[in-house]
């Protein structure tokens, strides 16, 4: 091919990458805007006043967040504890490779299946009834592999120098592990937490599984009230054809995602301030 | 590595704290193999049950998945098809608009859209899947019934176009790790030989980077599969199977949705049943993911000076 034939040949493709490039930026972006519109739009046009008198989203409100604190409370340390131990003390043998893959692709397992699981175990096993605790031990246990992922990845990442020179200048394991391992990969970890929080907080179809309900006269004050929250609502609500149902499902969509929102703020801050302590 | 890990004289093993701590670490680690085996148990347990009652030889020949009806049909195979046709499908859709995008936000895209593109890519990732189910119901299945008058107010195409949005940024976000992991330096050294910036991406990365970048299709597709929400909101619950994408679909999962909103006796065939189709759910997405993960580490290993040298 001669020269000048070439450099158009090549300009076309150039061209075509960038046109394709922005044809497929403009895809998601219209999407996720259209997503947003119709949500707003939707919850701005407000329920029927015989409905909406029925259906305030306190409870489901105060659901999700006891869902969240509980699920926090049994998966980050039990996640981020494994994590460390897999990846900074476990014997390189195969049968720890085996656990260790195990939980690394329990990861992949979908909500759903921990839900089933939860009635056999939580629901009706331990006898706790559909309640908030029988819900939070099921997104427990759903998000603890997928905090142990996280987590080792962000762990894998220290460079090994570090503990070799950590080492050398006589540190014990424990303190290897806390002055230089977790301190290096700490915005990792907690950046693959919050992930891992998120979605669980975000997660109907485990909650509705176990028998979330979805109608509440009162808001849950214990772990051992009815369980009830937000996504479940959600759900509960778009699958009513009735009219005045979509816009109080796009309402409490909403609501959702300002929740999430603020949960992503509270960990993005202990970040931020962790991050700025280590300097 | 291993070195560190076997070199006990560093850490005594009298000393308190480091054994308090060891023991601690060790116990969190046998909570959640403790908490995975309870689950897999469980899941196991009812199952064996089931299979007590209902052959195994019907559940994989049997051509209807009935269970509760008046002659039951206990077949997978329905739903298994269900699931294919929605992950195959919602792969079909994200594809090649995430490909496109993974390649040209790695390699072509100015700071600043890459920057706007990313935050939409991680605020598409953290919709929660009941908040995609109400876009497809509400939203996507009304606009497409403008195009086809014949749209059933339930069907697999809305629920494809929503489960395969939400899985683009599963591809976007790997796919783009595996282009990254393709050092620089190839790519420079080739671009310094002659070849054009669009030869060194798309005949240089692009194949380096492949196995990577089907790992992560894997991986979106074991999402697809286990997707629940969606396809319970916008697909329906039909018995039967059709591979019309204008009609409803069945899945694992939306069977499973459908099943726990009645009332589920336990001890009942419908109870054990939940509990078989949740096993096969089980195998299914550990297997992909476990596939997913192999060939994103594969390729990572494969990339031209990548780890395993």
Redesign the interface.
């Known amino acids: 091919m001669s020269a000048p034939a070439r450099s158009r040949e090549?300009h076309r493709?150039?061209r075509w990458?960038?046109a394709?490039?922005?044809?497929?930026?403009g895809?998601?972006?219209a999407?996720?805007c259209?997503?947003a519109v119709?949500?707003l739009l939707?919850a701005g046009r407000g329920p029927d006043a015989g409905i909406s008198a029925h259906s305030g989203l306190l409870a489901a409100v105060a659901g999700t967040l006891w869902l969240a604190i509980l699920t926090a409370a049994i998966a980050v340390?039990?996640?981020?504890?494994?994590a460390?131990?897999?990846e900074e003390?476990?014997?390189?043998t195969r049968a720890w490779r085996f656990?260790a893959?195990?939980?690394?692709?329990?990861?992949?397992?979908?909500?759903?299946?921990?839900?089933?699981?939860g009635?056999?175990?939580f629901v009706?096993?331990m006898g706790l009834g559909p309640s908030i605790l029988a819900g939070g031990l099921t997104l427990g246990?759903l998000t603890?592999?997928r905090v142990?992922a996280n987590s080792r990845r962000a762990l894998a990442s220290v460079p090994?120098s570090l503990?070799?020179n950590a080492?050398a200048l006589?540190?014990?394991?424990?303190q290897v592990?806390r002055e230089q391992v977790l301190r290096a990969a700490a915005a990792g970890i907690v950046k693959g937490c919050s992930a891992a929080l998120?979605?669980a907080?975000?997660?109907?179809?485990p909650l509705?599984?176990?028998?979330a309900a979805s109608f509440t006269t009162f808001a849950p004050v214990s772990p051992s009230d009815p369980l009830t929250s937000l996504?479940?609502q959600?759900?509960a609500w778009?699958?009513r054809p009735q009219a005045g149902f979509?816009a109080l499902?796009?309402g409490a969509?909403v609501t959702?995602?300002f929740v999430?929102a603020l949960i992503?703020l509270v960990l993005w801050d202990i970040r931020r301030r962790h991050g700025e302590a280590r300097r | 590595?291993?070195a560190?890990?076997?070199?006990t004289g560093?850490?005594?093993r009298s000393?308190p704290?480091?054994r308090l701590?060891?023991g601690?670490?060790?116990?969190?680690?046998a909570?959640?193999?403790a908490?995975?085996a309870?689950?897999i148990g469980?899941?196991g347990?009812?199952t064996v049950r089931f299979f007590a009652d209902v052959p195994l030889s019907r559940f994989l020949a049997d051509l209807a998945w009935t269970p509760s009806a008046e002659e039951p049909g206990f077949g997978i195979l329905p739903l298994l098809a269900g699931t294919a046709q929605i992950a195959w499908g919602a792969t079909v859709m994200a594809l090649?608009?995430?490909l496109?995008?993974a390649?040209?936000?790695e390699f072509?895209?100015g700071k600043r859209?890459a920057s706007?593109?990313n935050a939409?890519?991680a605020?598409?990732s953290?919709?929660?899947?009941?908040?995609?189910?109400?876009?497809a119901?509400?939203?996507v299945t009304p606009a497409l019934k403008g195009v086809w008058p014949g749209l059933e107010a339930f069907n697999g195409i809305s629920a494809c176009l929503v489960v395969g949005?939400m899985i683009?940024p599963t591809i976007v976000v790997l796919s783009r790790e595996a282009l990254g992991a393709v050092p620089r330096s190839v790519l420079r050294q080739a671009v310094a030989l002659g070849a054009?910036?669009?030869?060194a991406?798309?005949r240089l990365a692009l194949p380096a980077a492949w196995l990577g970048v089907l790992g992560s299709v894997v991986?979106a597709m074991?999402?697809a599969?286990?997707?629940?929400?969606i396809v319970?909101?916008a697909a329906g619950n039909p018995t039967g199977v059709s591979w019309n994408p204008l009609e409803g679909v069945r899945t694992l999962?939306s069977f499973?949705?459908q099943a726990?909103?009645g009332d589920?006796a336990?001890g009942s065939i419908e109870y054990g049943a939940?509990?078989a189709v949740?096993a096969v759910?089980?195998l299914l997405?550990?297997g992909?993911?476990?596939l997913?993960?192999a060939l994103v580490s594969r390729g990572q290993a494969d990339a031209p000076g990548g780890s395993r040298s």
């Open positions: 090549t493709v150039r990458l960038r394709l490039g922005g044809v497929a930026a895809i998601t972006l999407a996720l259209m997503l119709v949500m939707n340390p039990v996640g981020v504890g494994a460390v131990y897999l003390y476990a014997p390189r656990l893959s195990v939980l690394a692709n329990l990861a992949g397992v979908p909500p759903v299946v921990y839900g089933i699981a009635l056999a175990l009706r096993g246990v603890v592999p142990i090994e503990r070799w080492l006589g540190a014990t394991r424990w592990v998120v979605r907080v975000g997660a109907a179809a509705l599984i176990i028998g996504p479940t959600i759900f778009t699958a979509p499902a796009a969509s959702l995602l999430m992503g | 590595m291993t560190f890990r076997s070199s560093a850490h005594p000393d704290r480091e701590m060891g601690l670490l060790l116990g969190c680690t909570l959640a193999v908490s995975a309870a689950v469980a899941l347990l009812e090649p608009v995430a496109v995008l390649v040209f936000l072509y895209a859209t706007v593109m939409a890519v605020a598409l953290s919709v929660p899947a009941v908040v995609y189910g109400y876009f119901l509400n939203f949005l683009l054009t910036r669009e030869r991406v798309l991986l074991t999402r599969v286990g997707e629940t929400m319970t909101l999962t499973l949705a726990s909103m589920l336990p939940c509990f949740a759910l089980l997405t550990f992909m993911h476990a997913g993960r």
